[in-house]
């Protein structure tokens, strides 16, 4: 990203007023409510009303690999390519139909009701903080795709959004209906690494990236996909040392460490401004470890390029797999994968263990708020190549250790 990121007065510029792309196209509503953004909200409908190919007419021939075999992140005309959502139809398309979807999310707006639901959990090192970073691999589910993973001593924080609402105002876009199980001040002190999986703002979040900096400063590194660097360095501060600009299939070490960290392809895109679609790259991160190996997938529909990246790193020890955020299906489809996929993704990574991450936390779409939980547990324990404790879902605040 460029100059244009940088912040005045605590807020991101122009470039950034789009937010509100994100929140209509996985809720459909929300921006509506935003007279002033009236104007802004139609001239991108108009201009995403046509399918995505259309983004890229000169569009090479897919596949691209590399000399493995392994599917290559590419260009065209300056635009990232997703070539797995290529027929994907535009936001004009679902807007014209978003009146016949019904909302079956009936989320409670009781807060008695949804603590009983839905609990959010006090994270283990706040009561005994001797405890973190010792051997082995686990992960911590913070909320949303936020998570934070121990891989053999070394501790990297996912997706981290700690905000109240997955917007650039707080006061407008998607609200959360369940908090995140801590704080960054309540984060523990050696965290070592964050990885971004994307640039929408339930996982790229400024305020969070800036109370972490403000905290951690260059004793964490932070491993992004390519563009997003620019955003880090200029807008949040973070030394040009500390940032990991990557595509997919790039490995590098995490300093101080013998911790491998690999991006790894998934099926999503880009956005955070009016004209900038796809100018970042998005992707899943696999944290390889001496003794154990972790994946995340951050925000994905399905593809085949989870089979590679099975083949390549796996079998892995410990996956966060999203699971939530697919309702309606002929539109998430392309971008978010719902439970029955979800285990597809765990067989193809060959995980030993795997936790559902992306739901119960914002509301995104419109299955019923705690469908990804049931669908889950049923389809891994009726598999008989999966099984119910092979792929489980926690509260917010509780770990999952493989």
Same mark, same amino acid.
């Given at each position: 990203?460029?100059?244009?990121?940088?912040?005045?007065?605590?807020?991101? &510029?122009?470039?950034?007023?789009?937010?509100?792309?994100?929140?209509?196209?996985?809720?459909?509503?929300?921006?509506?409510?935003?007279?002033?953004?009236?104007?802004?909200?139609?001239?991108?409908?108009?201009?995403?009303?046509?399918?995505?190919? &259309?983004?890229?007419? %000169?569009?090479?021939?897919?596949?691209?690999? /590399?000399?493995?075999?392994?599917?290559?992140?590419?260009?065209?005309?300056?635009?990232?390519? /997703?070539?797995?959502?290529?027929?994907?139809?535009?936001?004009?398309?679902?807007?014209?139909?978003?009146?016949?979807?019904?909302?079956?999310?009936?989320?409670?707006?009781?807060?008695?009701?949804?603590?009983?639901?839905?609990?959010?959990?006090?994270?283990?090192?706040?009561?005994?903080?001797?405890?973190?970073?010792?051997? #082995?691999?686990?992960?911590?589910? $913070?909320?949303?795709?936020?998570?934070?993973?121990?891989?053999?001593?070394?501790?990297?924080?996912?997706?981290?959004?700690?905000?109240?609402?997955?917007?650039?105002?707080?006061?407008?876009?998607?609200?959360?209906?369940?908090?995140?199980?801590?704080?960054?001040?309540?984060?523990?002190?050696?965290?070592?690494?964050?990885?971004?999986?994307?640039?929408?703002?339930?996982?790229?979040?400024?305020?969070?990236?800036?109370?972490?900096?403000?905290?951690?400063?260059?004793?964490?590194?932070?491993?992004?996909?390519?563009?997003?660097?620019?955003?880090?360095?200029?807008?949040?501060?973070?030394?040009?040392?500390?940032?990991?600009?990557?595509?997919?299939?790039?490995?590098?070490?995490?300093?101080?460490? /013998?911790?491998?960290?690999?991006?790894?392809? %998934?099926?999503?895109?880009?956005?955070?401004?009016?004209?900038?679609? %796809?100018?970042?790259?998005?992707?899943?991160?696999?944290?390889? #470890?001496?003794?154990?190996?972790?994946?995340?997938?951050?925000?994905?529909?399905?593809?085949?390029?989870?089979?590679?990246?099975?083949?390549?790193?796996?079998?892995?020890? $410990?996956?966060?797999?999203?699971?939530?955020?697919?309702?309606?299906?002929?539109?998430?489809?392309?971008?978010?994968?719902?439970?029955?996929?979800?285990?597809?993704?765990?067989?193809?990574?060959?995980?030993?263990?795997?936790?559902?991450?992306?739901?119960?936390?914002?509301?995104?779409?419109?299955?019923?708020?705690?469908?990804?939980?049931?669908?889950? &547990?049923? $389809?891994?324990?009726?598999?008989?190549?999966?099984?119910?404790?092979?792929?489980?879902?926690? %509260?917010?605040?509780?770990?999952?250790?493989?």
């Amino acid at each position: 990203m460029t100059p244009e990121h940088k912040a005045i007065a605590g807020v991101p &510029q122009f470039k950034n007023l789009s937010t509100c792309v994100k929140c209509i196209l996985i809720s459909g509503c929300c921006c509506l409510l935003v007279p002033l953004l009236g104007f802004l909200v139609l001239v991108v409908l108009v201009k995403m009303g046509s399918a995505s190919s &259309q983004m890229y007419p %000169n569009a090479t021939e897919w596949p691209v690999t /590399n000399d493995e075999g392994l599917y290559m992140a590419y260009q065209d005309g300056g635009k990232w390519v /997703n070539w797995w959502a290529r027929d994907r139809p535009g936001v004009f398309s679902f807007f014209t139909k978003v009146a016949a979807i019904t909302d079956m999310s009936n989320i409670p707006e009781s807060t008695e009701a949804l603590n009983e639901a839905l609990p959010v959990r006090e994270p283990y090192w706040i009561r005994e903080p001797d405890r973190f970073g010792r051997p #082995g691999i686990r992960a911590t589910w $913070l909320g949303h795709a936020s998570v934070l993973a121990e891989v053999d001593g070394v501790s990297i924080l996912a997706d981290p959004i700690f905000s109240e609402r997955a917007s650039l105002f707080q006061w407008a876009g998607p609200k959360r209906y369940r908090p995140p199980a801590c704080t960054v001040s309540e984060l523990p002190e050696s965290l070592d690494a964050v990885v971004i999986s994307h640039s929408h703002y339930d996982h790229l979040d400024y305020n969070s990236c800036m109370d972490l900096q403000r905290r951690y400063g260059d004793r964490l590194h932070w491993f992004v996909p390519s563009g997003i660097g620019g955003f880090l360095r200029d807008s949040i501060g973070v030394s040009a040392a500390q940032v990991h600009d990557m595509v997919w299939w790039e490995e590098e070490t995490l300093p101080g460490t /013998n911790v491998t960290v690999a991006f790894t392809p %998934n099926n999503h895109w880009s956005r955070r401004g009016l004209m900038d679609e %796809n100018d970042d790259l998005w992707g899943s991160w696999s944290v390889l #470890g001496p003794q154990n190996k972790f994946w995340f997938g951050g925000d994905t529909g399905y593809c085949d390029g989870f089979v590679q990246i099975g083949r390549k790193y796996g079998p892995f020890d $410990l996956s966060a797999i999203p699971i939530g955020a697919y309702y309606p299906r002929w539109f998430m489809k392309w971008v978010h994968v719902d439970p029955s996929e979800a285990i597809m993704v765990h067989k193809d990574l060959m995980s030993k263990k795997s936790l559902g991450i992306h739901w119960g936390t914002f509301k995104l779409t419109k299955e019923y708020y705690l469908e990804p939980r049931e669908a889950i &547990q049923e $389809l891994a324990r009726e598999d008989p190549l999966v099984g119910a404790d092979a792929f489980q879902t926690v %509260n917010i605040g509780e770990t999952l250790e493989a």
